[in-house]
C-alpha cells in the first residue's frame, strides 16, 4: 500500500458525458501528478500540481483539467468523453516534486470504460 | 528531451533463472532512472532508482540495475526468478525540464516458468 488513494476504483460512462476522478495523496506529499495508462500509448503525463497550484502539464487534452484543493487532495475531470478515453488512470504523489531524489508513489489507479 | 526503450515487450524465464530486463535511455543531461512493477490490477510500485553516486543499484524482492553511461542503458536483474516476480516492469527517466514528471518506456511483461 502506498498510501496513495484514489477513487472510484472503476467507472463506466457513456460517450459525451463528463466524470471525476479523486486522489489523495500520501500525507505529508505536497505534489500530485496525473498519468493516464491505454493500450495504444502506454503511461503518459497528464499534470501535476504542486501544494494547489498548477506546475506543469504533459499530454493533456483540452477537455480534461484538474485542480489541487487546500487539503492537498486533486480531482481530474474529464469531459465529452469518447471512446478513446478508456484508459487507466494514476495519480502519484511526491513530497515536493523538485527534487531530483524525489519518489513518486503511484496510487491503484481508475479504470474509466467509456461505452 | 529525455526517454527510455524497453527492449522486449516479453520475456519469459524459467523458476530460479536469470532475469534481464533492458532499458536504454535518451538524454542530453545526466539522467536520474526508475524502474517500477505493476502487478495485476494494481498500482505502479517503486523497484528501484538511480540519481547520482553509485552506479549499481539495489533495490527491493533482490532486484538490481547497473546504470552504464557509456552504454545508456539501465538494465534490471535478479539472479534467480520467483513465481512471483511475474508482472509488468516499466523503466522510466525523469524530467529535467522543471516538472519532474516520469517518462515511461512501454513496458515489458515477465512471466516466469516454474
Known amino acids: 500500500d502506498s498510501g496513495v488513494t484514489q477513487t472510484p476504483k472503476h467507472l463506466i460512462t457513456a460517450t459525451g458525458q463528463r466524470v471525476t476522478l479523486r486522489c489523495s495523496p500520501r500525507?505529508?506529499?505536497?505534489?500530485v501528478y496525473w498519468y493516464q495508462q491505454s493500450l495504444d500509448q502506454g503511461l503518459q503525463f497528464l499534470i501535476q500540481y504542486y501544494n494547489g497550484e498548477e506546475r506543469a502539464k504533459g499530454n493533456i487534452l483540452e477537455r480534461f483539467s484538474a485542480q489541487q484543493f487546500p487539503d492537498l487532495h486533486s480531482e481530474l475531470n474529464l469531459s465529452s468523453l469518447e471512446l478513446g478515453d478508456s484508459a487507466l488512470y494514476f495519480c502519484?504523489?511526491?513530497?515536493?516534486?523538485?527534487?531530483?531524489?524525489?519518489?513518486?508513489?503511484f496510487g491503484p489507479g481508475t479504470r474509466l470504460t467509456v461505452l | 528531451a529525455q526517454s527510455v526503450t524497453q527492449l522486449g515487450s516479453h520475456v519469459s524465464v524459467s523458476e530460479g533463472a536469470l532475469v534481464l530486463l533492458r532499458c536504454n535511455y535518451s538524454?542530453?543531461?545526466?539522467?536520474?532512472l526508475f524502474w517500477y512493477v505493476q502487478y495485476p490490477n494494481q498500482g505502479l510500485q517503486l523497484l528501484l532508482k538511480y540519481t547520482t553516486g553509485a552506479t549499481l543499484v539495489k533495490g527491493i524482492n533482490g532486484f538490481e540495475a547497473e546504470f552504464k553511461k557509456s552504454e545508456t542503458s539501465f538494465h534490471l536483474t535478479k539472479p534467480s526468478a520467483h513465481m512471483s516476480d511475474a508482472a509488468e516492469y516499466f523503466c522510466a527517466v525523469r524530467s529535467q525540464t522543471g516538472a519532474n514528471n516520469l517518462f515511461f518506456g512501454t513496458g515489458t511483461r515477465l512471466t516466469v516458468i516454474p
Open positions: 502519484a504523489s511526491s513530497v515536493e516534486g523538485g527534487q531530483p531524489t524525489d519518489t513518486q508513489y
Open positions: 538524454s542530453s543531461v545526466p539522467p536520474y
Open positions: 500525507s505529508g506529499d505536497l505534489s
